[in-house]
């Protein structure tokens, strides 16, 4: 009674401070209300007082060693590539300016830096209604000999990766957005792409190839800029940008030293060899490109959706090639000691692509869904080349004039119907007509053909479900079943039937499952081709996390995939009936599992462990093993000392040689504030 | 029986309290969301911290001090009954008319200009089930980090993520990229929902620009069908993510020599090669045609 009293103590005085009611306004829905109110106050302060650090966030420091690499070292650096050395293996901080001065707030992350093969920086800063700044650097290293590629010097057990590289991409990403969450937004942004570095590659003559040294070097930039502007029924994106772009590809090999190429034998009684050679790309580029885009609610029924994007990238080259040695010209049986090869060239790729669109709700519970779009695309280039050659007491030169032409010209009109039946299930029904032609030639003609055109022609339903009968349980599905009158290429899609089922379900609040099942079979019996692809995968999954996670937790996943491929082709020589057939049949588990050790002198470790394999039988037969173990032991609320090992293990059936195995040892501190 | 009389009490005391503090002008229906924030304070903390917050706090967007209530509903019947049965949960909804609370905000914005082509949208998978719309801390309403966007799409996509367990694969399990370099998930004029570059060329020459071209000779495929016609871009055993064991598998599956008998045409079947495949030489068509993606100067691929 004593209590009830006290309530009413507190209850009472407060009702005296109710004000005078006000007839209530009807509800608006936001959008509405934005259009009408936009001359409304600032924003209110937060109700949530911050009392936040203005630095938080972790660095992770360490170092790592790598055990030597046993088996293939440059198979090692084609997929793995981590070496020893300190790191600075992951950042991630915020900085916050309470008085909202310059910025609101700053975030950066950066993730293994130090000689890595993958190192990225990324920076986020805002400040409310002025700006949003994103940039993101990333500089990859692109390392790829593999000894059993594009070697065809192996049966003379020569291991010479013909077409290998050694390079790093670095891509840069500015953008920045003036006046964020206000009607009108202008943005302009920045970026670059450059690769550079080494290889080999083949010089290619009459009758013989040379494997020679390449300098890699190439850069694009893109400039663009624009404007969005987001009202209450309509949004209209325009932009515009352009780009500049270089490669400066040179392949060469110094006089001193012969260089007989992969043809041994002799040709008509000499062996052809390169003693000097120097080409050159010089490749410049330019484009310019629009970009329309809009959405709009029309009506509380509808809403339409649309874009508009062009682009015209074109290239202007001037190639030059001097060779000396002792080559061959087949089509005049001409042997020929030096040769110059220019040749200017320019090619213009006008792009054209829409779309539109409109999502219709005649019922409550019926959603139609109409879209069509267009893909047009229109290359042209042309090549004028100019050969001299000189041999033991006479020269010749060659000229040339060639045109080329690449046209595409890709429709597909789309329409689909949602029914809600009831609360917990969806169904929808559809139908895709796709549509096309392509052309593909080059003047004057050469050979028995110069012209190549197809047409494409597909009929495609569609089907799907979704089913939630309960909060702890979905079920998705859709399916397309696709009959074509013609497809551009043999291995296109042709009659084919796309599944895709998942499921979720939550069978405990600490245990989720998840399985997830794809399966592609497409098949194109038109004679001379007789395409039989099929391709499935079947994936489960299950998180595990008892109370709450807070001593243990599992997360393990296992897919089975098969994928059968049988298509006719004529092996060359002979011209008889062949198939290729591809088969490749996996298994790939991941786990990890994560676990509190007992406190030991207040510190309280936590041991992580898992990694993934990936076996498969079949047409490259495969495994990769990458166990991995990491111990966390916080020394304090501020520092933690980390040990991580990993191991890395390949192996094939086919290409021993190509083995690798090796283990990674890394320690180091996170610091955290 | 008495403890549950006083928390009722004390329930009804604090709704009427706040309601008394609250703007005058709130529509029939209406409470507040200072009254939600009574029994779901955590909930009203972290939404403090969320982006979404401007719709509590900005008097343009016509939710001030309502924000709970412009995706919740008018809450007065709930707070009168404390059921959940009379406040609108849009985890609870059907995707459709959880995305429609969504969309009447973000509808309009160039994020969703793709949203009819979206495999997403059409297998009804809703805004929430990869945005956080309470609070995401100071990541925003999503995952930003790219191993943890990676975690989330994998967590449906459980099978495209095994391939990325093949040894030749774009960088993802390392952390260096992550799904969304490459696909727009609100959906793309591109297939797969793949991003786009300089308007509507390939995305994957945002990191690629070396085989943008425009060539003077190009390679049909590469404009036609895209990067994938010869590589698995999520991972694969073979060599340069290839969708096939060898090189010259891949060109001759196309190359073939032999002629369909269709009338609509095929690219690429001839003219015959006449190499002796079972030389060396030509086991691996790109030691000579090694601008396979497009040459600037030479009709056969050659340099």
Redesign the interface.
């Given at each position: 009674m004593s209590?009830?009293l006290a309530?009413m103590l507190?209850?009472v005085p407060?009702?005296a401070?109710?004000?005078?009611?006000?007839a209530?306004?009807?509800?608006?829905?936001?959008?509405?209300?934005?259009k009408?109110?936009?001359t409304?106050?600032?924003?209110?302060?937060?109700?949530?007082p911050s009392a936040e650090s203005w630095l938080?966030g972790s660095i992770d420091v360490g170092y790592r060693w790598r055990t030597d690499v046993g088996g293939s070292l440059d198979t090692y650096r084609s997929?793995v590539n981590l070496g020893s050395g300190p790191k600075l293996l992951g950042a991630?901080f915020?900085l916050t300016d309470p008085k909202h001065r310059a910025f609101d707030?700053i975030?950066v992350?950066a993730?293994?830096w130090g000689d890595e093969?993958?190192q990225?920086v990324h920076l986020?800063a805002k400040k409310s209604k002025l700006y949003d700044f994103s940039a993101d650097y990333?500089d990859?290293a692109y390392f790829?000999f593999?000894p059993?590629?594009?070697?065809?010097?192996?049966?003379r057990g020569i291991v010479l990766n013909?077409?290998s590289f050694d390079t790093r991409?670095r891509?840069a990403s500015f953008q920045l957005d003036l006046l964020p969450?206000n009607w009108f937004i202008p943005y302009f942004a920045y970026?670059r792409?450059?690769?550079s570095g080494t290889g080999a590659?083949?010089?290619?003559t009459d009758t013989n190839?040379f494997p020679v040294p390449n300098t890699?070097r190439?850069?694009?930039n893109?400039y663009r800029g624009g404007v969005?502007f987001?009202?209450?029924?309509?949004?209209a994106?325009i932009?515009q940008?352009g780009?500049t772009?270089k490669?400066d590809q040179s392949v060469f090999q110094g006089s001193g030293s012969t260089n007989f190429g992969?043809?041994a034998t002799p040709i008509f009684g000499q062996t052809t060899d390169l003693t000097n050679l120097l080409?050159a790309?010089g490749?410049r580029?330019t484009?310019v490109?629009?970009?329309g885009?809009?959405?709009?609610?029309a009506t509380p029924w509808l809403?339409v959706?649309?874009?508009f994007?062009?682009?015209q990238?074109?290239?202007n080259?001037n190639?030059q090639?001097t060779a000396t040695g002792n080559l061959l010209l087949q089509s005049q049986l001409l042997f020929y000691t030096s040769q110059q090869y220019l040749?200017s060239?320019?090619?213009?790729?006008p792009?054209?692509?829409g779309?539109l669109?409109?999502?219709i709700r005649p019922l409550r519970r019926v959603?139609i869904?109409q879209?069509w779009?267009t893909?047009r695309?229109h290359?042209a280039?042309?090549?004028a080349?100019t050969q001299t050659l000189a041999g033991t007491g006479a020269s010749e030169q060659m000229a040339a004039l060639?045109a080329?032409s690449?046209v595409?010209n890709y429709s597909q009109e789309e329409v689909?119907l949602?029914f809600?039946a009831t609360?917990?299930l969806?169904l929808?029904g559809g139908y895709r007509y796709v549509w096309g032609d392509?052309n593909?030639a080059?003047l004057p003609p050469?050979?028995?053909?110069s012209s190549?055109?197809?047409?494409?022609?597909r009929n495609v339903g569609i089907g799907?479900v979704?089913y939630?009968p309960t909060?702890k349980i979905t079920i998705?599905t859709?399916a397309e079943v696709a009959s074509s009158?013609?497809?551009?290429?043999?291995?296109?899609l042709y009659d084919y039937q796309k599944v895709?089922a998942?499921a979720?379900y939550q069978a405990l609040t600490t245990l989720s499952l998840?399985a997830?099942?794809?399966l592609l079979d497409n098949n194109n019996p038109?004679?001379?081709?007789n395409y039989d692809y099929r391709s499935q995968?079947?994936?489960?999954?299950l998180f595990w996390s008892p109370a709450g996670g807070k001593m243990v937790d599992f997360q393990g996943?296992y897919?089975r995939?098969t994928l059968h491929s049988d298509?006719?082709?004529?092996?060359?020589?002979t011209?008889t009936?062949q198939t290729?057939l591809?088969r490749?049949n996996?298994h790939?588990a991941?786990a990890l599992f994560n676990v509190k050790l007992p406190h030991v002198e207040g510190i309280a470790p936590k041991l992580s462990a898992g990694g993934?394999?990936?076996i498969?039988s079949g047409?490259?037969a495969?495994s990769?093993y990458?166990p991995l173990a990491t111990l966390w032991l916080p020394i304090n609320k501020k520092i933690s000392l980390f040990a991580d090992w990993r191991y890395y293990g390949?192996g094939e059936a086919f290409y021993l040689y190509e083995g690798f195995r090796t283990n990674l040892v890394t320690t180091g501190l996170r610091f955290t504030r | 029986m008495r403890s549950i009389k006083l928390a009722v009490l004390l329930l009804i005391a604090a709704c009427v309290t706040t309601r008394a503090q609250t703007p005058a002008t709130l529509p029939a229906g209406y409470i507040g969301s200072e009254t939600c924030k009574i029994c779901h304070e955590d909930i009203y903390n972290a939404f403090g911290k969320s982006p979404h917050q401007a719709i509590e706090t900005n008097a343009k967007r016509g939710w001030m001090g309502r924000g709970c209530e412009s995706c919740h509903g008018a809450a007065q019947k709930h707070t009168e009954s404390a059921s959940a049965a009379d406040i609108r949960n849009p985890a609870k909804l059907v995707a459709a008319a959880a995305d429609k609370i969504c969309l009447t905000c973000h509808l309009n914005q160039p994020t969703h200009v793709g949203r009819l082509e979206s495999s997403h949208a059409k297998d009804q998978v809703s805004c929430t089930s990869c945005h956080k719309v309470h609070a995401n801390g100071p990541n925003g309403l999503v995952n930003r980090k790219p191993a943890a966007i990676n975690e989330q799409c994998a967590s449906c996509h459980t099978n495209v993520w095994a391939q990325f367990q093949r040894p030749n694969h774009h960088k993802l399990p390392e952390g260096a990229m992550s799904c969304v370099d490459c696909h727009n998930p609100h959906g793309s004029i591109r297939p797969a929902m793949a991003q786009t570059f300089a308007a509507n060329e390939p995305g994957c020459l945002n990191c690629h620009g070396d085989k943008r071209g425009p060539f003077t000779f190009e390679h049909g495929p590469v404009r036609f069908e895209g990067c994938a016609s010869c590589h698995e871009p999520h991972g694969s055993a073979n060599p340069r993510m290839l969708v096939r064991q060898e090189v010259r598998i891949v060109c001759l599956e196309c190359h073939a020599s032999l002629p369909s008998v269709n009338t609509t045409g095929t690219i690429g079947v001839v003219p015959p090669s006449f190499h002796d495949l079972r030389s060396p030489r030509f086991q691996n068509c790109t030691v000579c045609h090694q601008k396979v993606h497009g040459s600037y100067v030479d009709r056969n691929l050659l340099r």
């Open positions: 209590r009830l309530l507190i209850v407060l009702f401070q109710t004000p005078e009611p006000q209530p306004k009807p509800a608006s829905p936001p959008a509405e209300a934005a009408t109110d936009t409304a106050a600032a924003e209110a302060p937060s109700p949530v938080t997929i991630d915020t707030q975030r992350r993730n293994g093969p993958y990225t986020d990333r990859m790829n593999l059993s590629y594009a070697d065809p010097l192996m049966s013909e077409q991409r891509l969450g970026d792409d450059s690769g590659t083949t010089f290619v190839e890699l190439d850069q694009t893109l969005r987001e009202l209450r029924r309509f949004h994106t932009e940008g780009t772009f490669d992969n043809v080409a790309y490749v580029g484009s490109y629009s970009k885009l809009f959405t709009a609610s809403d959706y649309g874009q994007l062009y682009s990238p074109d290239t080259v190639y090639q040749v060239a320019a090619a213009k790729l792009h054209t692509s779309s669109g409109a999502e959603r869904v879209s779009l893909d695309l290359s280039g042309s090549a080349s060639l080329s690449l595409t689909d949602f809600d609360p917990k969806t929808r392509a593909d080059v050469e050979g028995l053909m190549d055109q197809a047409k494409l022609r799907g979704t939630h909060q998705r859709d009158g013609g497809a551009y290429f043999r291995t296109s895709h998942q979720r998840a997830d099942f794809t038109v004679p001379g081709v995968q079947e994936s489960l999954s996943s897919t995939s298509i006719g082709y004529l092996i060359p020589q011209l009936p290729s591809y490749d996996a790939t991941t993934s394999f990936f498969s047409s490259r495969t990769y990458q390949y | -």
